[in-house]
């Protein structure tokens, strides 16, 4: 996947998300996915700095 394909993936998952009851498990899944296409888009633009922290994993 290069940037202009996940822009555009991007743009789409936005457009669905205004269809979507802000309650709906869609709306879950379509806030998921435009979470994970802008961490690929940080990666893919060298921007990883604007990746999100993880926190610390505890066992």
């Excluded at 457009?15 to 435009?34: C, F, I, K, T, V």
């Amino acid at each position: 996947m290069d940037r202009f394909q996940n822009l555009a993936a991007l743009e789409t998952i936005v457009e669905a998300m205004h269809a979507q009851s802000p309650d709906s498990m869609g709306m879950e899944n379509l806030r998921r996915a435009a979470y994970l296409h802008t961490i690929i888009e940080a990666m893919l633009s060298d921007q990883v700095a604007c990746l999100p922290d993880t926190g610390r994993v505890c066992s």
